[in-house]
């Protein structure tokens, strides 16, 4: 018996099973996809950084794939104080952001010092019909250099062409006066358009640093 | 039958394995996917309780993943009011006491209907406070009673930014004479710097008499 048919004898039972020596990390490295496989939640599509970024796009990767999509913001820095985080969405993979979301906008908040804690409605943060604006869904957030705004962003059926897309947020934000902003907007793009791109921005300057990550949830 | 023979039943034609040439055993040694995209929650700690005075998680928060989340099962305190409530530190530090700044409001709904609000509730909130963060308030002892929720941490090994978070939970909250679903939302931020490696939780009161918290690290 030659070496390599010897060893490779020693990799399996007398049944001809696959011993764990015979497999190892290296071994599956080719492998993109564990489609029998349960347990997994949600797909990394695309992490982007930004750094001094006007905007941060994804302009691929949604579409009939997943219904449901999750965006997520890790600490996500501004340029400037006192801004609002924004998202706007595409029909024509990022040529022009121009849907009109409609959203509802409320906040908990707490201050550092003394200010109190409240919870109430913002009708300067929430959007109508035809507004023309893009989607707020933080509250003044400051530019400290410990500041930042971190959450998540779901987006329902984005490719479907018979309903308007859902979208709902959660962000926790430290406020440029420093308070502890928890900010909830939930909405709809008013079109039955196929949206294939989102764009996040700040109202005024650049996304200085954070990282934004895009997932399709499993199975939806 | 040889391992030839064996082995030869195990293969087509084509010299590609057959499912029956392999089982769990075959890929035990496998801890990772390096071709299969990231996404997963990956559980990197279980701890439950057994009326514990504290659950520590001490290790696997680090840089990396970018967010961390703690699912939190059926917790049952051992004490009628107390609170379930979490604290993180630095390093191999054990005192617990970060300073802490966060919001608290809940929505109410008792079970004979007599109640139904939501508020924003201060004084179970803090203001760069140091004491331990109040998540599941004045939970119910009675045997049948579970408390569950779940709270992320966003990027806890920056230097750069505080660590914020965001919580959500449903409690069995004590209530004389009709007791109340509560759900729970909190948010906030550690006021640190410095990296968070471990996160205690713990009962206001008497012990941690069950339940199951674990950490998973978001890919």
């Known amino acids: 018996m030659g070496a390599i048919t010897r060893a490779a004898a020693n990799n399996f039972t007398t049944s001809g099973v696959i011993l764990p020596g015979a497999i190892n990390n290296t071994t599956v490295a080719s492998i993109s996809q564990l489609t029998q496989v349960a347990g997994k939640t949600q797909t990394l599509i695309q992490s982007q950084t930004a750094s001094s970024s006007s905007a941060v796009s994804f302009t691929t990767g949604i579409d009939s794939t997943y219904d449901i999509y999750k965006f997520e913001f890790i600490q996500v820095h501004p340029a400037s104080d006192n801004v609002q985080f924004r998202h706007a969405a595409s029909t024509n993979g990022g040529s022009a952001y121009d849907l009109n979301p409609i959203l509802s906008f409320f906040e908990a908040e707490n201050h550092e010092g003394s200010d109190g804690a409240s919870l109430g409605y913002i009708t300067g943060h929430d959007n109508a019909n035809n507004s023309g604006d893009t989607a707020k869904f933080t509250y003044n957030i400051g530019n400290d250099s410990d500041q930042s705004t971190s959450g998540e962003m779901w987006l329902f059926g984005p490719s479907d062409s018979t309903f308007v897309t859902q979208f709902m947020t959660t962000m926790i934000t430290t406020h440029n006066a420093d308070y502890s902003k928890m900010s909830f907007t939930c909405g709809y793009y008013n079109h039955a358009s196929d949206i294939d791109a989102i764009q996040f921005t700040m109202s005024s300057g650049n996304i200085d640093a954070g990282k934004i990550k895009l997932y399709g949830i499993q199975g939806s | ?219």
Do not use: W
């Open chain 2, 1 to 219: 039958m040889s391992i030839a023979a064996s082995l030869a039943n195990n293969l087509k034609t084509g010299a590609v394995f057959k499912r029956t040439a392999v089982n769990n055993t075959s890929v035990s040694s496998v801890t990772s996917f390096a071709g299969v995209s990231a996404g997963a929650l990956t559980l990197l700690a279980t701890q439950t309780a057994s009326s514990s005075a504290q659950l520590d998680f001490t290790s696997g928060i680090d840089s990396t993943y970018d967010s961390y989340i703690f699912h939190l099962n059926n917790m049952h305190l051992a004490t009628d009011q107390a609170h379930v409530q979490f604290q993180a530190d630095t390093g191999t530090n054990t005192n617990y006491n970060l300073t802490v700044t966060n919001t608290y409001f809940r929505a109410n709904h008792n079970e004979d209907d007599s109640l139904a609000t939501v508020s924003i509730d201060a004084a179970r909130d803090q203001s760069q406070g140091t004491g331990f963060i109040q998540f599941m308030s004045a939970v119910t002892d009675e045997n049948d009673s579970g408390s569950s929720g779940i709270i992320r941490i966003f990027g806890p090994s920056s230097t750069t930014s505080v660590k914020p978070f965001l919580g959500v939970c449903n409690c069995h909250h004590h209530n004389p004479g009709s007791d109340v679903s509560r759900n729970i939302s909190i948010g906030g931020y550690f006021n640190t710097t410095t990296a968070i490696t471990r996160f205690r939780f713990n009962s206001s009161s008497g012990n941690i008499d069950a339940g199951v918290i674990k950490l998973y690290g978001v890919s």
